[in-house]
């Protein structure tokens, strides 16, 4: 059964505290893992898709890197702003386009 | 740019009635969804549509209907709301050949 699991549920950082989200996943050949950001009432919003072994993708203080079993969201210096949480999916071939996604990581970042 | 929109983005119902889920995308994407988020399960998929008038099962879609007669709209109707029903209702789009989806903001269902 194709299936990801975030750790850790929760995350307290300090302004500047650099630290690293978990995605483990199972699945029947992946097509791709997708990383997402959700803020307190709104919807998803797109960060990053990872497609092999080995990629790594980048956008400002973040840093999604992928290996056959996990995928790893390092966050760099961060700030107040990036307090949400961070939500992983992942998409097997031959699945339709359906994503499956982890619980997701709610990252609180204080000044 | 409208992108993708949702409505209502909020809603009370009473059980046992009809209810109807709109969501609109403005990008002629092939694809769409729709998902429930509720605290412990996370987002799971109800129901999804490669193209018009092409409609599958997701992981939940039992007590819901869809249909897609137009590639932009993809309404989500609940026939008999029930109390197990109450939760945040999400839309996405992808276009065909890429595999990231976009989600809309959202609506909040109560149903009582």
């Known amino acids: 059964e194709d299936q990801v699991t975030q750790s850790p549920e929760a995350l307290r950082l300090q302004e500047g505290e650099s630290s690293s989200l978990n995605c483990s996943y199972t699945?029947?050949?992946?097509?791709?893992l997708f990383w997402y950001r959700q803020d307190p009432g709104k919807g998803p919003e797109f960060l990053f898709t990872?497609?092999?072994a080995g990629e790594e993708k980048e956008k400002e203080r973040l840093k999604a890197t992928l290996t056959k079993k996990e995928s790893f969201l390092h966050i760099t210096a961060p700030k107040p702003e990036d307090s949400a949480t961070y939500l992983c999916?992942?998409?097997?071939?031959?699945?339709?386009?359906?994503?499956?996604f982890g619980q997701g990581t709610e990252l609180s970042v204080k000044p | 740019d409208a992108g993708i929109t949702q409505s209502p983005r909020y809603k009370i119902t009473e059980t046992g009635r009809q209810v109807t889920l709109m969501c609109h995308q403005t990008?002629?994407?092939?694809?769409m969804f729709w998902y429930r988020q509720d605290l412990g399960h996370g987002l799971r998929l109800i129901y999804y549509?490669?193209?018009?008038?092409?409609?599958d099962k997701g992981e939940v879609p039992d007590g819901y209907v869809v249909s897609r007669s137009k590639t932009e709209n993809f309404p989500l109707t609940l026939e008999s709301a029930t109390r197990s029903q109450t939760s945040v209702y999400f839309c996405?789009?992808?276009?065909?050949?890429?595999?990231?989806?976009?989600f809309g903001p959202g609506t909040r269902l109560t149903v009582t």
């Open positions: 999916a992942v998409q097997a071939r031959n699945q339709g386009g359906k994503l499956i």
């Open positions: 699945v029947s050949g992946l097509r791709g």
């Open positions: 549509s490669a193209a018009a008038d092409i409609t």
């Open positions: 990008w002629s994407h092939s694809y």
């Open positions: 990872l497609y092999s």
């Open positions: 996405a789009s992808r276009n065909q050949g890429a595999y990231e989806q976009y």
